[in-house]
């Protein structure tokens, strides 16, 4: 379960600068708050997916 927040917290980390550089080169595409939000549902895309291989396995 360790692995899988930890993969949860790197996703949000890459999501989350990707998104800011992005927003660095073009401005008018969007928001912080919207990269926030899309950091936030690929974190818990990659929980729901680690618990459901960690239920699959047992």
Known sequence: ???VFL???IVFVV???GGILL???YPSI?????????SIIAALI??????LTNKKKN
């Open 1 to 3: 379960m360790k692995k």
């Open 7 to 9: 993969l949860a917290l």
């Open 15 to 17: 999501m989350l600068s």
């Open 23 to 25: 927003e660095n080169i």
């Open 30 to 38: 969007s928001s912080i708050v919207l990269e926030i939000i899309m």
């Open 46 to 51: 990659v929980i729901v997916f680690g618990i």
